[in-house]
């Protein structure tokens, strides 16, 4: 019997796997279209010539000189 239960088990959980795989997958998929929606959305949002301005540069910081010891 107890190979009947092994072979049982080896069936169901090799069912469980493709299950699994196959939710996977739909899970996977469904995160790629909320991407692609999210992109569009943040392309819509923000003007395109923003995301060609260059960046601004830091601005410097002052330097102060330093005291030495007596």
Do not use: F, W, Y
């Not at 739909?26 to 992109?39: G, K, R």
């Not at 569009?40 to 010891?69: F, G, H, N, R, Y």
């Amino acid at each position: 019997m107890n190979g009947a239960e092994s072979t049982e088990n080896a069936a169901l959980r090799h069912s469980l796997l493709a299950e699994l795989d196959a939710k996977q997958d739909e899970v996977l998929a469904a995160l790629d279209a909320l991407n692609d929606q999210i992109e569009a959305v943040l392309k819509s949002a923000i003007p395109q010539d923003k995301l060609a301005e260059p960046t601004l540069a830091p601005a410097p910081v002052e330097e102060i000189p330093l005291k030495k010891a007596a």
